[in-house]
């Protein structure tokens, strides 16, 4: 019986405050426990929403963009077809070094595109 007293004196004195758990009010900021929850829930939620957006202009910034206009690069695309089909898909600085390797023998109208932005 001493065992048991000892314990009751560490035990949280009953009052009438004492509410099931999920109505318990979690410290100063006063929400319930169902509030809280759904407070969390729509934090997750937010949280989600800004890495998947973030996410994805990594993603976009990633990508290389394609230099020049429509009609310069249609151009090259002969030239590069036929002289630089091994680097195709290893970028277009790639498709570009490949492009003044082979300045010989590349067409006039691809050879004016590259000395027009300086190549």
């Known amino acids: 019986m001493l065992v048991h007293v000892s314990l009751l004196r560490y035990a949280a004195p009953a ?3 004492s509410v099931p758990a999920t109505e318990a009010h979690f ?3 006063g929400f319930s426990a169902v509030e809280m929850k759904d407070h969390m829930r ?3 939620l937010a949280l989600a929403l800004v890495s998947s957006t973030a996410a994805a202009f990594a993603q976009q910034a990633a990508q290389p963009q394609r230099q020049g206009t429509e009609q310069e690069q249609a151009a090259c695309r002969r030239d590069v077809q036929r002289h630089c089909r091994s680097v195709i898909d ?3 600085f790639t498709i570009l070094a490949c492009l003044k390797e082979n300045r010989t023998k590349i ?3 691809c050879d004016q595109v ?3 932005h300086g190549q």
Do not use: Y
């Open 15 to 17: 009052t009438r405050e």
């Open 27 to 29: 410290g100063a900021c």
């Open 107 to 109: 067409s006039a109208a």
């Open 42 to 44: 729509k934090f997750v």
């Open 90 to 92: 290893q970028g277009d």
């Open 114 to 116: 590259l000395k027009t």
